[in-house]
Each structure stands twice: as structure tokens, then as C-alpha cells.
């Protein structure tokens, strides 16, 4: 499910009793861009029982080059930083989880592939982050929308 916080509460609901009955593993990827407030943005969150909850810089792969070229050395940095303070947040409203930091959205699927084959996975706190993903769920998302 992608969730880009417009309706914080009523992504959380929905996630939330979409799975309330079956064994999927629940997993969360996670980042807020700008000045958003991560604990608002992950309070309508702390009920779910999530296994997994990742904290990632939005964008798809760690390589630097010209098509992919949005953060600077030190932005970089600077986001991975900003991850980082997610996780004590997290651990205050729901202390469950396991909690990761991740460089970028493609390690995060692979982990969850590896470690949670049956997952069931929320997306959400950035557009970016939303778009990273779908870029890599769906390479061609983009070519077959402009047709």
C-alpha cells in the first residue's frame, strides 16, 4: 500500500484492518522530506504491528549519476542523518519493531524479499519515497503512463 500522508489516520486504519486477519507480515518503509514532523507523521501509526520498519533516504538506488543525480555528497549525508533520528521516535510510540536505516529503496525490497517473503508493506511519509519505489516495483510505470 502507498500512502503519500495526506490522510494520515485513515491510511493507518486502512493498512491496519486490510491485514487484520491474515499472516502477513506487516513491514513499513519510511521518510519525510522537508520540514514534516516524522512523529506526526508516524503516531497514526504506532498500533500496527509492524515486524519491520525501515528508515530510508527516498530514492532508489545508491549510485550517483546523471539520471539520478537529486542529493549532493553532503545531502547525502545529511538525509542518512535525518533516518537515523527517525528510529529512537519510532521506538517511543512502539517499541515492537525491529528498526533499520537504509541509503536507498532498493536495498529496503531486497531485505523484506529475503527476510519477509509474505510481507505485507506500507509505504509512506514521502512522495519521493513513493516514487522510488515505484520506479523499481515498475521500471516501465512511467513509459506505459505516457502512452
Known amino acids: 500500500m502507498f500512502d503519500i500522508c495526506y490522510n494520515k489516520s485513515e491510511a493507518a486504519l486502512a493498512f491496519g484492518m486490510s491485514h487484520q486477519y491474515?499472516?502477513?507480515v506487516r513491514v513499513l518503509i519510511f521518510s519525510a522530506t522537508g520540514d514534516r514532523d516524522a512523529e506526526v507523521l508516524l503516531e497514526p501509526l504506532k498500533d500496527i504491528d509492524f515486524k519491520s520498519v525501515y528508515f530510508v533516504i527516498p530514492k532508489a538506488n545508491k549510485e550517483v549519476n546523471k539520471?539520478?543525480?537529486?542529493y549532493?555528497?553532503?545531502e547525502q549525508k545529511e538525509l542518512?542523518?535525518?533516518c537515523k533520528s527517525y528510529a529512537p521516535i519510532w521506538k517511543k510510540l512502539n517499541n515492537r519493531s525491529q528498526t533499520s536505516i537504509s541509503e536507498c529503496v532498493s536495498d529496503v525490497l531486497?531485505?523484506?524479499k529475503?527476510?519477509?517473503p509474505r510481507a505485507s508493506v506500507l509505504v509512506t511519509g514521502s512522495l519521493h519515497l513513493v516514487g522510488a519505489t515505484l520506479s523499481l516495483i515498475d521500471?516501465?510505470?512511467g513509459e506505459e503512463l505516457m502512452k
Open 22 to 24: 491474515d499472516d502477513c
Open 80 to 82: 542518512l542523518l535525518r
Open 67 to 70: 539520471k539520478d543525480d537529486n
Open 139 to 141: 521500471p516501465n510505470l
Open 110 to 112: 531486497i531485505d523484506i
Open 72 to 74: 549532493s555528497i553532503m
Open 114 to 116: 529475503k527476510n519477509s
